[in-house]
Structures are given as C-alpha cells and as structure tokens.
C-alpha cells in the first residue's frame, strides 16, 4: 500500500486525484491538504468522503506518506516542495511554473534516494502529441503552437507549450525565421517565441486545456491536436507516477521518461 499526501485535494484536478487513488487497491490518501478549504469534504472515490486539513508539515509528521502529490499553486508549490523533500517524501507534482533549476535545486537539498517527479502534462495523449511533433518537425520544421486552457490558468504559455517548443527545437534540423512579427499592427499578434517556436496562448471560459501543433509545409498543412476534456485525462498518468517514484531518485521529467517504447 502507497500512502499518498495530495497537496491542492480540493482544487479542479486535485479531487480527482483524490478520487482515482481512492478506486485503486494498492495506493490510499493518508491526507488531503489544502489550507483554504479546510475542512471541506472531498469525494474519497470508495463511496465516502475524506476531509481537508490546512496544514501540510502536521501531516506528513503524522501520516508519514511516501508520496506527495501536488497540483496547487505557482506560488505555493515551492513551499510545499521543501517541506515534503525534507522529510524524505518522494513528489509528484502537476503544478506548473517553476522551472528546471528551481525544480533541481530542491531536489538536491532533499535525502538520497528521494524522487522530484514532475510532469507539465499527465495526460497520455499529451505526452503522444509531443512526440508525433518531434518526428514531424525532422521534416517540417515551420511550426507554431497554439495552446488554449480555462480562464483561471496562472501561467501562460502554458508548462506543455513550453516543453512542445523544447522538443522542436531539438528536433528540427534547420531553424526557419517567424515572419510578420516586425510589422505587427497589434503588440503579441504574432504570439511568443519560445526556443525560437511561436507559442499563441488563448484562455477562455469553458476550455480546460488543449493544444494544437501546426506544421506547415509547401502545399500543406499538418495539425498534431490533443484535448484533455475533462480533468479525469489526468490521473491515469498520476496513478503511473505515484507507482514509479519509489524505485526513482533525483529530478524525472515528463511522464513520456516512464512509459516504455
Ligand atoms: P485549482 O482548481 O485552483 O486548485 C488548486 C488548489 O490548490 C486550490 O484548492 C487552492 O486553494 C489549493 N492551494 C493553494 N495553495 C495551497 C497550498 N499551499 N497547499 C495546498 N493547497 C493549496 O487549480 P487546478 O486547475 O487544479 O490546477 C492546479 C495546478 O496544476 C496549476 O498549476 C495547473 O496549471 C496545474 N495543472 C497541471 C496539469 C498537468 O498535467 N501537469 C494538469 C492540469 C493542471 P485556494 O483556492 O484556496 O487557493
């Protein structure tokens, strides 16, 4: 049995997360923390309810986990790093917005042997939409990325985009230039530029989080799309996560570095 502290057990995807552990047999929530909505009840996925408490040293001090998982916040997920790596606990985190360093230098603080498992995407189709783009930008390397999340999102681009742009970047063998961004007649018309890859963000009421790679070549267009619909496309690669970090150590990126093939 893998006991599970979920930072954020309240929030969109955290109760989800909540909730899957909760249906699996080897895997239980120990506690649910969100400071804010302490108290509040949230769906244990058996049948019952499990409520939030607020602070997150206190219970890992008394439900000793072996796991965080974290979708919070940029700005507390830092915090909640420190605290769990500190005492050991292996982390798996969807909270995006710090960066690789940031992401490094926690973990080289925490004792050895304890995993900082971190994905910008945990959907699974997500992680195929990458790699298709990688293969297609060997061979065409005009690309943009359009990325459309909920109104609420904190950050933009959004950590997906980012890592999409990366992955281009690596992958394609030229660089082409992105036109039209010296005569735009509006500021950011063009989008941003992202390891030299255009990254145009929209957010929208009633989106949750999508993407579109668009390739473009002579005489052809070519669009990589995926769709996270709902927050449920997120827990089977948490699930996978929160299996893995135990036999892992150091910083592990990207839920594409534990599935095979
Ligand atoms: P959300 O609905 O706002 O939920 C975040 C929850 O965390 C809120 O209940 C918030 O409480 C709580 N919180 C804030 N500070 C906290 C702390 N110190 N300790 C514990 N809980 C705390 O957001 P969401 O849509 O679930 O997304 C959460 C994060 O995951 C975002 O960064 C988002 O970009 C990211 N995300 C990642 C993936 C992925 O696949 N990697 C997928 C979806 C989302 P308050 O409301 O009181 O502040």
């Known amino acids: 049995m893998i006991d599970v502290v979920v930072t954020g057990a309240a929030g969109k995807v955290g109760r989800e997360v909540v909730k899957a552990i909760g249906q ?7 506690a649910a923390v969100d400071p804010g909505q302490a108290g509040m009840p949230v769906d244990d996925g058996k049948g019952g309810e499990i409520q939030c408490v607020a602070d997150l040293g206190v219970s890992i001090a008394e439900t000793n986990p072996a796991v965080m998982v974290d979708f919070t916040h940029p700005s507390a997920v830092e915090g909640n790093l ?3 790596l500190a005492a050991g606990v292996d982390c798996v985190v969807g909270t995006t917005g710090l960066s690789e360093g940031s992401l490094r230098a926690l973990v080289s ?6 995993c900082l498992f ?17 293969q297609a930008a060997r061979y065409m390397p005009h ?12 950050d933009a681009p959004s950590g997906t985009a980012l890592l999409t742009a990366e992955i281009i970047a690596n992958a394609r063998q030229t ?23 255009t990254v145009h963000s929209v957010r929208l009421p009633g989106l949750v989080a999508h993407q579109e790679v668009l390739f473009g070549g002579q005489g052809q267009t070519l669009s990589i799309r995926h769709d996270s619909i709902d927050r449920t496309s997120f827990t089977p690669g948490v699930l996978m996560a929160v299996e893995a970090v135990g036999a892992r150590s150091g910083l592990v990126i990207g839920l594409d570095a534990l599935m095979e093939g």
């Open 24 to 30: 699996t047999s080897d895997m239980r929530v120990v």
């Open 82 to 84: 420190r605290a769990a």
């Open 109 to 114: 603080d925490a004792p050895d042997g304890t």
């Open 118 to 134: 971190m994905a910008p995407n945990f959907a699974i189709g997500a992680v195929l939409m990458m790699r298709f783009a990688a």
């Open 143 to 154: 690309v943009e990325i359009l990325e459309l999340h909920h109104d609420q999102k904190a």
């Open 175 to 197: 660089v082409p230039s992105a036109p039209g961004r010296e005569t735009e007649l509006a500021e950011g018309a063009r989008g941003a530029l992202v390891d030299n890859v």
